[in-house]
């Protein structure tokens, strides 16, 4: 089973940038989509964007699109996301986690325990 541990994430004024790291173990992880979403306080946690296991095929949100992009590398276990522009209403604690299905209808592995995520704030 995939585990992931994520991290970058810090404060920034708005229109800045930040880079976020997801770091997997397991042999498994090239096979395996990944997703990243956020959760703002009092809020749901959303989809933010998925990549396909050989990084073939993205998907954002609307409300991140043109604005971040999300790659990996799976000669170092790693999937990234790029954040440029960033709004406040971009604050909040982001997760990644794998899963299956075409990335535009991305479906998190029913197994994945969800790890405790990094902190993006974004000043006004």
């Known amino acids: 089973q995939v585990q992931l541990v994520e991290s970058g994430g810090g404060l920034v004024q708005a229109g800045g940038s930040l880079r976020l790291s997801c770091a997997a173990s397991?042999?498994?992880?090239?096979?395996?989509?990944v997703g990243w979403f956020r959760q703002a306080p009092g809020k749901e946690r959303e989809f933010v964007t998925a990549?396909?296991?050989?990084?073939?095929?993205?998907y954002y949100a609307e409300s991140v699109k043109g604005r971040f992009t999300i790659s990996r590398d799976n000669g170092k276990n790693m999937v990234y996301l790029q954040m440029n522009s960033l709004k406040p209403e971009d604050t909040a604690v982001y997760y990644c986690?794998?899963?299956?299905?075409?990335?535009?209808?991305?479906?998190?592995?029913?197994?994945?325990?969800w790890g405790q995520g990094t902190q993006v704030t974004v000043s006004s």
């Open positions: 986690a794998p899963g299956r299905g075409p990335v535009y209808r991305f479906v998190v592995d029913p197994r994945f325990s």
């Open positions: 397991g042999r498994t992880f090239s096979n395996y989509a």
């Open positions: 990549i396909s296991p050989s990084a073939a095929g993205t």
